[in-house]
């Protein structure tokens, strides 16, 4: 397993956002583990009915790959529910550990929109994970 590149990471993120405006402005970090400061992690997805793709509703939750502690990497929902669909998040050279990292831009100082995307810790191959407006 490699080190993420976080540089290439974020800079996919940004990608992902879509076309700057000058008053543009972005916040955002790369996840690290509570417990041991690890960035890899193993990704499950939980997607609920009223997600969209560019507006994202569910939870995305992670388990450090180097000591095993569970957390939400991303959390976005009104009421609780069951997940409608729930997705192991895996590589096609057959990893199934990722860096994660979220961006998230203001326009003006308002929120408009943010990506939380993952790089895969084997091949480097990146992935959006979701979307939020």
Known sequence: MKDPDSE???DYAHEQL???LPTDTFSGGQRSCKGCEGKV???IVETHEE????NFAGR????CVACGEEMDALGVYGAPREAAQTRRVGCKCGSDAFAIA???RFD???????VIV???AKCGKKETLARTE
């Open 8 to 10: 290439k990471l974020f």
């Open 18 to 20: 879509g076309k700057r």
């Open 41 to 43: 992690f193993r990704v």
């Open 51 to 54: 997600s969209e793709p560019d």
């Open 60 to 63: 995305i939750l992670s388990t």
């Open 102 to 104: 979220q961006v998230v």
């Open 108 to 114: 003006e100082g308002f929120f408009d929109n943010g």
């Open 118 to 120: 993952a790089g895969c």
